[in-house]
């Protein structure tokens, strides 16, 4: 056997045990943090405005992080918090997860990809994967059930 061929099933095999599988996916998680956040606080805007003007410009990041929800349902259903004209509204997609822990996300505004690219019972990192790389990652945690 070559080595890229070994190297092939190799990391075949990893992907495969290393897949998650959407039940582990299911219940409500709570983003904490979006590294496209990271960019507006490094920006020229948010660096030269007033105490005044970054107090309404944290007030606004933090109201987007405590109302983006996503929540996993059974039936490949993810149901989550858009933001449309600054306010919230309920959304509704349809999910498929493919190998490499691809999610395939199904929306009104078309297909969008991320990658899991860390996953435990209370964490998930996802990375969306689009044309423009300016996307950054986005973390969330799991809400435990009262």
């Known amino acids: ?16 045990w290393n897949q998650i ?10 983003l904490v943090h979006f590294g ?8 020229p805007q948010y660096q030269n405005a007033n105490a005044l ?14 109302n983006t929800v996503y929540k996993f349902e059974e039936g490949d259903l993810l149901k989550f918090t858009d933001f449309e004209n600054q306010t919230v509204v309920q959304k509704e997609a349809k999910i498929e997860l493919m190998p490499g ?12 990809l991320a990658q899991i690219v860390e ?4 964490r998930m990192v996802l990375q969306p994967i689009s044309k423009s790389s300016a996307t950054g990652q986005l973390i969330f945690e799991r809400i435990k059930k009262k």
Do not use: C, P
Request: hydrophobic share 40%.
């Open 1 to 16: 056997m070559n080595l890229s061929l070994l190297t092939s099933l190799f990391l075949s095999l990893l992907l495969y």
């Open 21 to 30: 599988q959407y039940s582990q996916l299911i219940g409500s998680w709570q």
């Open 119 to 122: 996953f435990s019972e209370d």
């Open 101 to 112: 822990n691809i999610l395939l996300i199904h929306d009104e505004k078309g297909d969008r």
């Open 53 to 66: 003007e970054k107090a309404g410009m944290d007030a606004r990041i933090n109201y987007r992080l405590e």
């Open 36 to 43: 496209g956040m990271e960019k507006i606080v490094k920006s």
